[in-house]
């Protein structure tokens, strides 16, 4: 049953898409059991998927090997199926914090599920989790829910209607929905690629420290206050929340010298500021001051760096479909 919100059975060609995202509280916390606050943004990824004779993803037939989420979406989504071409198309720079690999994984296995007599979306929600853990080794299932549901999701606490629980072994994680406050965010990238495995390793371990339960504590604090406040449309306070997420982020060390040149050049016309996603490079998310987002973005490319305007995408992974087959 794929439910009315479910992705359809389809016959090959397939195409789909979903969104980018961006973590406005709680990242790495979210690994260890607390709550974060993930919003589906207005960058997409969209595959075309088609039969062939040879798998192959953007042309390069050894991906199935190489391409660590590729090689896990055939392994746990299209075993023992014919072969296909995949191309893939995306404006998300990659290892960046902004969800490229949720996006593939999300728009990807909504098309394999299509090829494959069709998938609830809380089953989706579970299977990209699986296919971009089984890539990564860690994590939690925050970029792949919001990259499914699409606009604002709460992990582990806060939020309004549940979504659904997804985990991996004894590790659950429950989604919820919150509500858009319809605000407009600017995501600007470093341009200092990295590894969220490696970012999640070494933040585990910091925490591991004695110390390790009382940051938690205060990331827990703040998240959840943050997913409350952005529910209910509180820019002041969200502003400060952010703030203080990055003073936790910097004390589990994830910051680095470029992301805090960004936060400072951001900081004159916005309301707040921090890293979004893993980390130790990646990107900065700001909240504009309302009508200054041009200036932030201008502040942020002279500081060097790659700035996006966006917004909460509402549509999560999807077909695309042209309105005669729809
Ligand atoms: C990455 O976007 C967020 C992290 O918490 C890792 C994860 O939750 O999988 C750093």
Known sequence: MTGPDGIPARPLPISARAPGKCVLFGEHAVVHGCPEL?????????????????VALNSDPRAAETHPYFRAALALAW?????????????IPRSAGLGSSAAFVGALG????????????????????????????????GDTSASVAGSY????????????????????????????????????????PRSTADAVRAVGERLARPDGPSILARFDEVARAGIASVGRGDRRETGEL??????????VGVSHPRLEALLG???????????????????????PVPGREGELVRLLARAGALPFVVRAEPAGAALVEAPDTA
Not at 38 to 54: C, E, K, Y
Not at 278 to 285: P, R, T
């Open 38 to 54: 993930v919003v589906a943004i207005d960058l997409p990824t969209q595959v075309f998927v088609r039969a062939a004779g040879r």
């Open 79 to 91: 075993r023992d199926r014919p072969a296909i071409d995949v191309r893939s198309v995306t404006r």
């Open 110 to 141: 909504a098309a394999l599920a299509a090829g494959t007599g069709g998938l609830g979306r809380a089953e989706l929600a579970q299977r990209a989790f699986e296919i971009e853990r089984s890539a990564q080794g860690v994590g939690s299932p």
């Open 153 to 192: 999701v709460a992990l582990n606490g806060g939020g309004g209607e549940p979504l659904w629980s997804v985990g991996v072994g004894s590790d659950r994680w429950t989604v919820r929905r919150v509500d858009d406050p319809r605000w407009t965010w600017v995501v600007a990238y470093s341009g200092i």
């Open 242 to 251: 952010l703030r203080r997420n990055q003073e936790l982020l910097r004390e």
């Open 265 to 287: 050049a951001a900081s004159p016309v916005s309301d707040g500021a921090k890293i979004t996603g893993a980390g130790a490079g990646g990107s900065i998310v700001a909240l």
